[in-house]
């Protein structure tokens, strides 16, 4: 299963929600962890450095060094806590994708990592984990195994740059994660029980995930492809030719 359906049904699981419900990542975020959601506008590295002063929160080492530059979205986590940012300045479609998407970089990339590195080592990781001690041999090579950060975890959803191969999958994945979380698996598969694997279907499902779901264009067209090539018919021949 792709990691990011492993961290959406983790999520639906801690949240005791139904496989096809929708989640309000404003709403059960915080119920569930001890976590934030930040509007912004004019979203920056400078905006999001000053917010951090601002509310006597410490900021990460690499966000200090950070060139100012414009910003779609970002986390901040530490200790467990975490802190998801938006531009307001987005429509609200595009706000609410934007922090889903920091969930899966917060949920996968810092605070499941944690969670079971707690459970597997008990308290004694703890001060590793808050950066209150370095770690030991066996500690760094638990926490690489099990893709955890044991000190700030920052990621800065950028605007208008250059695809970056090394990053496409985490982002793909963590994209795959916010359409799950506001576009369930479940109920698509409701709404479309059988189709057939072309791109009027594509085109069909992607405007179902933009009316009924608020995803983004973008985000929904990918969905929508990824939904019809594991699901749909293959469309042949006589079909194409109407003679079926």
């Known amino acids: 299963m792709p990691e990011s359906r ?3 049904a983790r999520l639906r699981a801690d949240a005791q929600a139904l496989p096809d419900v929708r989640l309000d990542i404003e709403a059960v975020l915080p119920w569930l962890y001890p976590a934030a959601c930040v509007r912004l506008p004019e979203l920056r590295i400078s905006k999001l450095r000053d917010w951090l002063w601002r509310h006597q929160a410490l900021i990460p080492p690499g966000l200090t060094a950070c060139r100012d530059r414009r910003l779609r979205g970002g986390v901040v986590a530490w200790r467990g806590f975490g802190l998801l940012f938006a531009d307001r300045d987005d429509t609200e479609d595009e706000q609410r994708f934007t922090l889903a998407h920091e969930a899966a970089h917060y949920l996968r990339d810092h605070l499941y990592p944690r969670c079971d590195l707690l459970r597997r080592f008990g308290p004694a990781i703890q001060p590793v984990l808050d950066g209150l001690r370095p770690p030991t041999r066996e500690e760094r090579i638990d926490a690489l195994l099990a893709h955890a950060s044991l000190t700030f975890h920052t990621h800065l959803l950028e605007r208008d ?33 059988s189709l057939s694997a072309d791109e009027n279907t594509v085109r069909e499902v992607q405007a179902a995930l933009c009316a009924d779901y608020r995803l983004p264009p973008k985000p929904a067209l990918a969905y929508a492809r990824a939904f019809v090539a594991e699901r749909g018919a293959p469309v042949t021949l006589l079909h194409r ?3 079926a």
């Open 6 to 8: 492993l961290t959406a």
């Open 161 to 193: 740059v250059a695809p970056d191969p090394s990053l496409d999958a985490l982002e793909a994945d963590a994209d795959a994660f916010a359409c799950e979380i506001l576009a369930p698996i479940a109920a698509l598969e409701a709404r479309f029980p």
């Open 241 to 243: 030719l109407s003679l």
